[in-house]
C-alpha cells in the first residue's frame, strides 16, 4: 500500500494539514489562481482537492466544478464543507482520471502532486491533465519545489489549537530526486510517526515534464501571486496552457 492510501494518516493530521488558517487562506489563493491562469468561468477540475477548500469557492464564483481526489475520508469532508453548492466529487487516482476536452482549468495546489513512485507516473498524470483541458485550457499546479526547499529549514514544529503538537523533518533524498518527510503527531502521552516520500523537482525539470506532456506554453513562478522563481521563491507554481 502506497502511503497516500493509508486512510489513518489523513484522519491523524488533518487538524495540522487543514486548520482554521488554511480554509482561511484559501479565498486569497483562488483569487491568485484565477489572475494568473486568466481563467475567470467555465468548467474547473481540482486534482487532488482534500477537503474542497478551493472548490467550494471556485463553485461560488460560478465556476462548473469537479473534484478529485482518491482518499474517501478527505472526500467526506469535501462534501461537508462544499453542501449545497455544484461541486461534483471523484474518488479516483490520478492516473486514472481523464475527461478529454472538459475542463476550462485544472488545478493542483498544496503540493497535491508528486506521491507517485516515478516521474514517469507523474507525467502520465499530467497527460491526462493536458488531455482533460480544452484547447487553450490552462493548468496551475503548485508544489514544493527543490530550489526554495534549499533555502528554508527542513525541521518544523507546530501546537495546534486542540493542544496537539506537530513535529515535522524533512530530508532530501540522494540527488535531490526525491524527498522524504518525517511526521510525528502528539497527543498528551500518545505519539504517532508516519513516514512519507514525494518526488522533487526543480523549476527546470518540471517546466521540461510539463512540455513533454503536450502543454505548449509553460511559464514558472515562485509563489501563486505570480512572483519570481528566484531566490526569494517560497513555492514552485506553474501556469501550463493545453
Known amino acids: 500500500m502506497h502511503w497516500f492510501e493509508n486512510e489513518s494518516f489523513w484522519k491523524a493530521f488533518y487538524p495540522a494539514m487543514f486548520g482554521e488558517q488554511r480554509f482561511a487562506q484559501a479565498a486569497a489563493e483562488v483569487e491568485q489562481v484565477i489572475a494568473l491562469s486568466r481563467v475567470a468561468s467555465g468548467a474547473a477540475v481540482d486534482l487532488g482537492c482534500g477537503p474542497a477548500r478551493h472548490s467550494a469557492l471556485l463553485a461560488q464564483r460560478g465556476f ?113 530526486s526525491r524527498l522524504r518527510n518525517h511526521w510525528l503527531l502528539v497527543q498528551g502521552e500518545k505519539a504517532q510517526q508516519f513516514v512519507f516520500e514525494l518526488n522533487l523537482y526543480s523549476g527546470k525539470e518540471l517546466a521540461e515534464m510539463l512540455r513533454q506532456a503536450g502543454f505548449s506554453e509553460v511559464q514558472i513562478f515562485g509563489s501563486l501571486a505570480g512572483t519570481r522563481y528566484d531566490a526569494t521563491a517560497t513555492r514552485l507554481v506553474a501556469r501550463a496552457v493545453a
Do not use: C
Open 64 to 176: 462548473s466544478v469537479t473534484a478529485v481526489d482518491r482518499s474517501p475520508f478527505l472526500l467526506s469532508k469535501a462534501r461537508e464543507h462544499a453542501a449545497g453548492l455544484a461541486v461534483e466529487f471523484v474518488e479516483s487516482d490520478m492516473r486514472a482520471f481523464v475527461r478529454p476536452g472538459a475542463f476550462d482549468l485544472a488545478i493542483s495546489l498544496f503540493t497535491s502532486f508528486g506521491y507517485l513512485d516515478s516521474p514517469e507516473d507523474d507525467l502520465a498524470v499530467l497527460r491526462n491533465v493536458k488531455a482533460s483541458l480544452k484547447p487553450e485550457g490552462v493548468f496551475i499546479i503548485d508544489v514544493v519545489g527543490s530550489e526554495p526547499l534549499a533555502a528554508r529549514p527542513f525541521d518544523h514544529w507546530e501546537q495546534l489549537a486542540n493542544g496537539d503538537l506537530v513535529v515535522s523533518h524533512a530530508e532530501v533524498l540522494p540527488g535531490w
